[in-house]
């Protein structure tokens, strides 16, 4: 994997091979999460609801394996027990595969849902090619407040505001003021930028400072 076949070339599958050796669970569980809740509009209540249990699954250490039930639907019981799997590394790749084919089925395009995911591990991961800083003193309270509403809701809107927080607190480094106003980029829970803020996790591409 080189930095512009990351960047440019839509190959999730090869994007999750070459990450998942290199990641976190948690960063495998959240992609498997971001996978699902793209159909999560085809699906009943218990489906969102299972979606925020493995939120909840990702956040935890060490994380607690659950199983989805044995009434649902085929295609919703698929992607419950992809968010259930208890092995992350299973979890992000039935999730990627499954949801691509559901997706197709329900007369989506496959495409549509590689490139999603894609842009999905680059959200999460960034550029693992480019080191980046990120300063203790950047996080002040506005900041973190912005941060926090992103990670609990996953609205986008508010990650342009928090580039503001940012720079108005000193930050200076492009790739994450870039990262956080970029509009045309999905951000998902466990978007890197938001992480940082947070300090919930560093990217392996990140020297803690």
Request: glycine letters at 4%; proline letters at 5%.
């Amino acid at each position: 994997m080189t930095e512009r076949q990351w960047l440019t070339v839509v190959d999730p599958e090869a994007m999750l091979t070459w990450a998942s050796e290199r990641v976190s669970d948690r960063k495998l569980r959240l992609y498997a999460i971001a996978c699902c809740r793209r159909l999560a509009h085809h699906f009943d209540a218990r489906y969102s609801a299972a979606l925020a249990e493995a939120a909840a699954l990702a956040d935890e250490t060490p994380p607690k394996p659950r199983r989805a039930g044995r009434t649902a639907r085929t295609h919703d019981r698929d992607l419950l027990h992809a968010l259930a799997e208890h092995d992350a590394h299973t979890s992000a790749w039935l999730a990627a595969e499954r949801s691509i084919s559901i997706a197709a089925a329900r007369g989506g395009m496959a495409w549509e849902e590689r490139l999603f995911q894609a842009s999905c591990l680059i959200d999460l991961l960034g550029n693992p090619f480019r080191k980046v800083r990120f300063e203790a003193s950047w996080r002040t309270e506005t900041a973190v407040a912005l941060a926090q509403q992103f990670y609990d809701r996953a609205e986008a809107a508010s990650l342009p505001i928090l580039a503001d927080a940012l720079e108005e607190a000193g930050c200076d480094e492009p790739a994450v003021l870039a990262h956080a106003r970029d509009i045309h980029q999905p951000h998902v829970r466990g978007c890197w930028v938001v992480d940082l803020v947070l300090g919930k996790e560093w990217p392996y591409s990140v020297p803690r400072r």
